[in-house]
Each structure stands twice: as structure tokens, then as C-alpha cells.
């Protein structure tokens, strides 16, 4: 009976201890969790003002940056402005001190001859007499002299003045012109003609209110391209038609039409080969001569022993002739003006 009280005894004991004892360690343990807790929230809200901070820090110097930004950009529009003030004043004040130096005498008299010349110039003078003038000998004359002058003044009275240009585009000059350049043969005179001819449709082709009047002829693309076909050797007459086309393709629905045109597009890249052809030819005739040969000596050349014991030195082929240096530039072969006139037309119309 002792024993089994001894027994029940030590079992209540160390039930209780059991108990009390994972008390203590839960109390420890949830102090030690709280602990930790606690420190790792410091830590995370040190971590975030810290975040915080280096935002606001980066924030505020993007923003001293734009505005500065901003303030010299404003300053340097300010300078600007004042410079161009400056620059113009001293202009200014720099023609009135020219103009001062100016001899008066010589300013007088070139007044004079140009007041002489206004008050000389009678209507018949005038430009626009002289365009209806040459326009009613074109329409009419057949006489070439005469046909020749007024496409003269013509040239003339379109390259100075667009008014011009629209009298003679609203009154059917431009089929005239055309069937006037188709009529010329390759004579001089007739050649002057079709180069005065073409640069008045140049002319008429670069003012937009009277590209429609060229546009609209009949025949107008078979006759530029036959023209240009025909004239590919001479610039002169050449770049005057090139330009026309290369002003009217601005208009897509010119660029269209002349696709259309099956033989004004391959008379184009006809045009465009033979010129390319030409171009590369100048450039291989233009290259660097081969350096000149050493002439060997005697001693060294071939020789040949005739039947009377003579010796018979073997003629050596002739050396070429050495450019001689005279300290000048070698002249620059002038840019051609046509091929890169027609790289421009085919590339803008797509024939090649």
C-alpha cells in the first residue's frame, strides 16, 4: 500500500511540474515572439522612411533639375531675342555709316539714269506689251526670225514675271510652243528656238496655277520625252525639257499619266542608260597613267650577236612619258548636270 501511494504521489508531483513547466516556457516563448516581433516591425518602419526619404531626396532634385532646366532654357530664349535685337540695330547702324562713306555723286548719278530710264520707257517697252506683242507674233508668224525673237522676250517676260505666266498659259500658247519645238529641225536657229521654247515651259511648269495649261495639251508627254530623246547629247536643250518633267511630277496624277505612257517611260531609261553609259566612260578615260617604265642600261638589255662579231642591242619598247610637275591642281571635271537631272526624273517617276 506504500508503494502504490509512493507511486500515486510521484505521479500527481511530476504531472504538476509537467504542468508548470510548459507554462513557464509558453510565457517564454510568447515574450520571446512578441520580442521579435517587435523588433523586426522597428526594422521594417526604419527600412520604409528610409525608402521614403531616398524618394522625396530623388523627387526634389528632379525637380530642381527640370526647373533649372526650364529657367536656362527661358534665358536662352531671352538672349536669343536680345541677340537678334543687337544683330539687326547693328545692321542698321552699320548701312547708315556705309551708305554715308558712299560717295553722293555716284549715288546721284545712278539715281538719274534710272529716273531717265523710267521716265524714257514708253509702253511699248513695258513687259507686259512686249508679252502680248511676242505672244501675237507666235500665234501668228510663220517667219522664223521673228518666231525666234518673240520666244526671246517670251523666256524673258515668264522668268521675271508670274503674271506673264498666266496670260500666255490662259491664252493656248503652250500647244503653239509644243508643236513649234516638234516642227525645229537641228539647225542653229532652229535649236535656239527650242531652247527658248522649252525654258518658257520651264518657266510655265514652275508656277502651280499653270502647270494645268501644260498638263492639259494634247500630245504634251510624247513631245517632251521625244524632245528629250532626241536632245540627250546637248545640254543646253536637254536640261530645259528635263526640268520641265521633274517640276510637273510633283503632281501624282502626272506621275500617273506618265506611267500610263509606256514609250515616254522607256525613252526615259533610254535616256538614263546612254547618259550612265557616257558617264562611266569619261570616268575610266579621266584615271590616274600608269607610272613610267625605268629604262634599263645597256649592259642589261637583250642583246643578239650578228655574224660579223657585233653586238646588237634588242630595241627596248618605248617607256611612258612622265607627267611633269608643275606645282598646279589638277582641274576637276565639271559635275554632269544631266545624268544626275535624269537619275532624279527616273527615280521621282519610276522607271528605272
Not at 532634385?61 to 538672349?79: N, S
Not at 558712299?102 to 539714269?113: D, P, T
Request: one cysteine or more; a positive charge; aromatic letters at 6%.
Amino acid at each position: 500500500a506504500l508503494v502504490i501511494n509512493y507511486h500515486i504521489q510521484r505521479g500527481a508531483c511530476v504531472t504538476l511540474q509537467a504542468a508548470v513547466r510548459g507554462y513557464l516556457v509558453r510565457q517564454h516563448y510568447l515574450k520571446v515572439v512578441r520580442a521579435v516581433v517587435l523588433i523586426q516591425t522597428q526594422v521594417r518602419r526604419c527600412q520604409a522612411v528610409r525608402r521614403y526619404q531616398q524618394a522625396q531626396n530623388a523627387a526634389s532634385v528632379i525637380k530642381r533639375w527640370w526647373r533649372t532646366v526650364a529657367l536656362v532654357r527661358h534665358d536662352r530664349q531671352l538672349y536669343l531675342k536680345a541677340r537678334r535685337a543687337v544683330i539687326h540695330i547693328q545692321a542698321a547702324w552699320r548701312g547708315y555709316q556705309t551708305r554715308k562713306v558712299i560717295n553722293n555723286a555716284r549715288l546721284n548719278e545712278v539715281r538719274e539714269r534710272v529716273e531717265a530710264a523710267n521716265a524714257a520707257a514708253s509702253e511699248p517697252m513695258k513687259l507686259g506689251s512686249r508679252t502680248r506683242s511676242a505672244l501675237a507674233i507666235l500665234l501668228e508668224s510663220t517667219r522664223l526670225t521673228f518666231v525666234r525673237r518673240a520666244v526671246m522676250n517670251l523666256d524673258v517676260s515668264t522668268g521675271l514675271s508670274t503674271v506673264c505666266c498666266e496670260t500666255i498659259a490662259n491664252d493656248g500658247a503652250v500647244p503653239v510652243l509644243l508643236e513649234l519645238i516638234r516642227s525645229c529641225n537641228r539647225s542653229r536657229p532652229n535649236q535656239d528656238i527650242v531652247m527658248y521654247s522649252l525654258r518658257i515651259l520651264r518657266n510655265l511648269a514652275e508656277l502651280p496655277s499653270s502647270r494645268p495649261a501644260i498638263f492639259d495639251a494634247s500630245n504634251f508627254v510624247p513631245a517632251i520625252a521625244e524632245t528629250i530623246y532626241m536632245y540627250k547629247d546637248t545640254p543646253t536643250l536637254f536640261v530645259p525639257g528635263g526640268q520641265i518633267l521633274l517640276s510637273l511630277s510633283q503632281d501624282p496624277s502626272f506621275c500617273f499619266a506618265m506611267g500610263k505612257n509606256r514609250q515616254a517611260m522607256l525613252r526615259l531609261a533610254a535616256v538614263h542608260k546612254h547618259l550612265s553609259h557616257k558617264q562611266d566612260l569619261e570616268n575610266k578615260r579621266h584615271k590616274a597613267p600608269a607610272p613610267a617604265r625605268s629604262v634599263a642600261p645597256l649592259s642589261e638589255r637583250n642583246t643578239n650577236v650578228l655574224s660579223n662579231g657585233t653586238v646588237a642591242a634588242t630595241p627596248l619598247k618605248k617607256a611612258a612619258r612622265t607627267p611633269l610637275k608643275t606645282g598646279l591642281k589638277t582641274p576637276r571635271r565639271p559635275k554632269n548636270d544631266s545624268l544626275h537631272l535624269i537619275s532624279q526624273l527616273t527615280h521621282a517617276l519610276g522607271c528605272v
